[in-house]
């Protein structure tokens, strides 16, 4: 990925609004009963918290005036029962709350990675995986302290927030009023500050996703790197990545740190104000000693709630970025859509049609032109041209990773787009021209094919396409672990156990996409010998560089331009000397220089 493209990231989401916290408030309602338990218990927290300054008064006026060591040792232990009530359940709301939140998290990672699976090939090719990856990952962890303090915080600690300002005022109104004139400036301050750092954290996220998926790359590219000696321009570049995230981190923080010194200042503010002013009734005679106490003590508590509230938004506003990214992930439609009355297929003869299909990965340039052809039940066809020319695009157009722009493609009569997508694909062995393994066993990696496929299976399976001698020459034989896309295995031997996985599922339509083109000469014999048994009574669609490996195909397409301007058996087309006849002269002459 160039530099310039790097550092070029998303675009800022629009501004918060109220419909994506909703969509997150959505996933807590499967847990209604378990977050009933956490109200409650908050609710008798909250009471207790409450309470507190209230018994604070009533021992001053009460008891600690008139010297009523029995009533206060009573009320003492009052206050210590209701605390240790508090405690407990508190510390019990903490076990459910993050039992809740785990779950729930748990929940929307499973339905963006499963709505990822139902996704279109072209949205994976339009973006790097590692952006991809800091979604599921990132993005999704981000949103644990929103859950949890979207129960614990917005909720309690309004209710709190309005119980205190109307005991002040029940406690003394004027005295409220002098305390509270505070508020006002806090909370424009706290709007002010509010907005900005949501900008700001914003920012932090897409660095963050830029970072994650530059990272990705230049792993998964580690050979090349190190084959064109770029490790330097690597690390400056990642050292240009992390500047930026450094400095768009530090100006969130920056912001973040100025609610600390407002929320301070208020608080300073406010109790100085009532200290004065209640020192001043206290000389009058207008309060008591116990409910100065009292009402500082409220005030004390009313900055609490406060900076719950504003440490939730603040929390709130750096996960809505990530949240905007998932759901936004979410809402987008698969480019392939399946029809509401789409048919099951049970079997196949193996038909294939295309009738007046033209293609566009853009819909600025036709990679295919008005193509049509007719493809008989076991019939092998060989697809030739020059890079670019439309091959690989008829097959990914035969097992519908796209739609045709226009026209129709048919298997047995049938419009393709009228056939569910797994019935339709589960008729189909697909080689793709970039071969992949997962991590996992060479049986795991063939059986991949086939699930329920026994071990004898894998290795005829194996042994079919010449890749059983090399398996069980490694030092747990098909039980040897592939790393990372199978990096310690030769490109031959991982399109030999991918051919492998293409054939144990038995399929219907064969697809091979430069299946042999990574493999010796030697094995390419053997392994011709074993695709003409596995391509009896088999419809199969073979794109070949080396045009000697094609010869038997039934017939040859020439594809170029996105048109087929030839089509016959080799000896047809040798005849015609038209463009299969240059090209095979071509490499026939290449060949004999070389050996």
């Known amino acids: 990925m160039a530099k310039s493209k790097l550092l070029d990231d998303e675009v800022l989401e629009k501004p918060f609004n109220k419909n994506?916290?909703?969509?997150?408030?959505?996933?807590?309602?499967?847990h209604i009963k378990a977050i009933a338990l956490i109200l409650t218990?908050?609710?008798?927290?909250?009471?207790?918290?409450?309470?507190?300054?209230?018994?604070?008064?009533?021992?001053?006026?009460?008891?600690?005036?008139?010297?009523?060591i029995k009533g206060l040792t009573v009320l003492v232990l009052?206050?210590?029962?209701?605390?240790?009530?508090?405690?407990?359940?508190?510390?019990?709301?903490?076990?459910?709350?993050?039992?809740?939140?785990?779950?729930?998290?748990?929940?929307?990672?499973?339905?963006?990675?499963?709505?990822?699976?139902e996704l279109s090939i072209d949205f994976f090719e339009s973006r790097p995986i590692g952006k991809i990856l800091s979604r599921v990952i990132g993005d999704v962890n981000s949103l644990n302290d929103v859950i949890i303090n979207t129960i614990t915080s917005i909720v309690?600690?309004?209710?709190?927030?309005?119980?205190?300002?109307?005991?002040?005022?029940?406690l003394h109104a004027r005295l409220a009023i002098i305390g509270l004139i505070i508020l006002p400036f806090l909370a424009v301050s706290l709007f002010t500050i509010q907005v900005v750092s949501r900008k700001r954290w914003q920012q932090v996220r897409k660095k963050f996703s830029t970072a994650n998926a530059y990272i990705h790359e230049t792993f998964a590219g580690a050979k090349v790197v190190k084959a064109f000696v770029m490790e330097d321009d690597t690390c400056n570049t990642f050292?240009?990545?992390?500047?930026?995230?450094?400095?768009?981190?530090?100006?969130?923080?920056?912001?973040?740190?100025?609610?600390?010194?407002?929320?301070?200042?208020?608080?300073?503010?406010?109790?100085?104000?009532?200290?004065?002013?209640?020192?001043?009734?206290?000389?009058?005679?207008?309060?008591?000693?116990?409910?100065?106490?009292?009402?500082?003590?409220?005030?004390?508590?009313?900055?609490?709630?406060?900076?719950?509230?504003?440490?939730?938004?603040?929390?709130?506003?750096?996960?809505m970025?990530?949240?905007?990214?998932?759901?936004?992930?979410?809402?987008?439609?698969?480019?392939i859509i399946e029809k509401p009355d789409a048919v099951e297929i049970s079997e196949i003869k193996g038909e294939v049609e295309f009738r007046n299909v033209t293609f566009s990965y853009d819909k600025e340039r036709d990679v295919l032109k008005n193509v049509s052809f007719k493809v008989?039940?076991?019939?092998?066809?060989?697809?030739?041209?020059?890079?670019?020319?439309?091959?690989?695009?008829?097959?990914?157009?035969?097992?519908?990773?796209?739609?045709?722009?226009?026209?129709?493609?048919?298997?047995d009569g049938r419009d393709i787009r009228d056939i569910k997508l797994k019935s339709l694909r589960s008729k189909m062995g697909i080689m793709l021209q970039d071969t992949y393994l997962f991590n996992g066993t060479i049986a795991d990696n063939i059986r991949y094919g086939k699930l329920d496929a026994t071990m004898d299976e894998i290795v005829n399976a194996a042994k079919l396409v010449g890749a059983h001698d090399f398996i069980i020459n490694m030092e747990k034989g098909y039980d040897t672990e592939i790393k990372e896309m199978g990096n310690r295995l030769s490109v031959g031997q991982r399109q030999l156990i991918a051919l492998a996985r293409t054939i144990i599922a038995d399929p219907h339509i064969l697809i091979l996409d430069e299946a042999t083109s990574s493999i010796d000469t030697h094995t390419e014999i053997m392994l011709q010998k074993a695709l003409e048994k596995v391509m009896e009574n088999r419809t199969s669609?073979?794109?070949?560089?080396?045009?000697?490996?094609?010869?038997?195909?039934?017939?040859?397409?020439?594809?170029?331009?996105?048109?087929?301007?030839?089509?016959?058996?080799?000896?047809?087309?040798?005849?015609?000397?038209?463009?299969?006849?240059?090209?095979?002269?071509?490499?026939?002459?290449?060949m004999e220089k070389i050996s």
């Open 41 to 68: 218990l908050i609710g008798i927290t909250s009471v207790i918290g409450l309470l507190n300054p209230y018994l604070m008064k009533q021992s001053i006026d009460n008891y600690i005036s008139r010297g009523d």
């Open 239 to 319: 050292l240009d990545l992390s500047k930026d995230i450094r400095r768009v981190w530090l100006n969130a923080i920056r912001i973040n740190n100025a609610l600390w010194p407002v929320i301070d200042a208020s608080w300073g503010i406010s109790m100085a104000l009532v200290y004065w002013y209640g020192i001043k009734l206290l000389n009058t005679g207008g309060i008591t000693i116990g409910l100065l106490v009292a009402f500082t003590g409220y005030i004390g508590m009313l900055w609490q709630p406060i900076i719950n509230l504003s440490n939730f938004y603040n929390s709130l506003i750096s996960a």
């Open 78 to 117: 009052v206050f210590l029962t209701l605390n240790i009530i508090s405690m407990i359940c508190s510390r019990y709301r903490i076990s459910i709350m993050s039992k809740v939140a785990k779950n729930i998290l748990y929940q929307i990672r499973q339905d963006l990675f499963s709505h990822l699976q």
């Open 20 to 30: 994506t916290f909703l969509r997150i408030a959505g996933y807590l309602k499967p």
């Open 541 to 590: 669609f073979v794109i070949a560089h080396r045009l000697s490996t094609i010869r038997n195909a039934d017939r040859i397409f020439v594809v170029d331009d996105g048109r087929i301007i030839e089509m016959g058996s080799h000896s047809e087309l040798i005849n015609l000397k038209g463009l299969y006849y240059n090209l095979y002269k071509s490499q026939h002459e290449a």
């Open 156 to 170: 309690p600690d309004s209710i709190t927030l309005i119980a205190i300002i109307i005991i002040l005022f029940k």
């Open 321 to 335: 970025a990530g949240a905007e990214r998932i759901f936004e992930i979410m809402d987008i439609k698969p480019a």
């Open 376 to 411: 008989e039940p076991g019939e092998t066809i060989a697809l030739v041209g020059p890079t670019g020319a439309g091959k690989t695009t008829i097959i990914n157009l035969i097992a519908r990773f796209y739609d045709a722009t226009e026209g129709k493609v048919l298997i």
